[in-house]
């Protein structure tokens, strides 16, 4: 029995060198493989920066745009906002003058 469990063990480790000598040669053709891997995600990674550039580019200037529709409109309501006030404040006057708009004197002041 003993000797069987010697050859055994013997045969398992052969068994085992010779499949060591095998991934040793499978490596060597791996390597061009993963260079290949490693050449194909640096690609992916150089299009992916120029992408996300191209991309941060176009909201920045979405928002610049948006900034100046909103520098526009606010100088807008801004005119808009003192030209009533103006308004507002010529009609005052003229109630003030003339008195209230149920009176013939309010509809002159309103035409000139």
Same mark, same amino acid.
Do not use: H, Y
């Given at each position: 029995?003993?000797?069987?469990?010697?050859?055994?063990?013997?045969?398992?480790?052969?068994?085992?060198?010779?499949?060591?000598?095998? *991934?040793?040669? /499978?490596?060597?053709?791996? @390597? $061009?493989?993963?260079?290949?891997?490693? !050449?194909?995600? #640096?690609?992916?990674?150089?299009?992916?920066?120029?992408?996300?550039?191209?991309?941060?580019?176009?909201?920045?200037?979405?928002?610049?745009?948006?900034?100046?529709?909103?520098?526009? *409109?606010?100088? /807008?309501?801004?005119?808009? @906002? $003192?030209?009533?006030?103006?308004?507002? !404040?010529?009609? #005052?006057?003229?109630?003030?003058?003339?008195?209230?708009?149920?009176?013939?004197?309010?509809?002159?002041?309103?035409?000139?």
């Amino acid at each position: 029995m003993n000797i069987a469990l010697m050859s055994l063990l013997l045969v398992a480790a052969a068994a085992n060198v010779v499949l060591l000598v095998a *991934l040793l040669l /499978r490596s060597s053709s791996n @390597q $061009a493989f993963s260079k290949d891997v490693r !050449e194909d995600l #640096r690609t992916g990674r150089e299009e992916l920066r120029s992408a996300n550039k191209l991309a941060q580019d176009s909201i920045s200037s979405g928002i610049r745009s948006f900034t100046d529709i909103g520098g526009t *409109l606010d100088a /807008r309501v801004k005119d808009l @906002q $003192a030209s009533t006030e103006g308004k507002l !404040e010529a009609t #005052r006057g003229c109630w003030t003058r003339f008195g209230t708009p149920s009176t013939s004197s309010w509809t002159r002041c309103r035409r000139s």
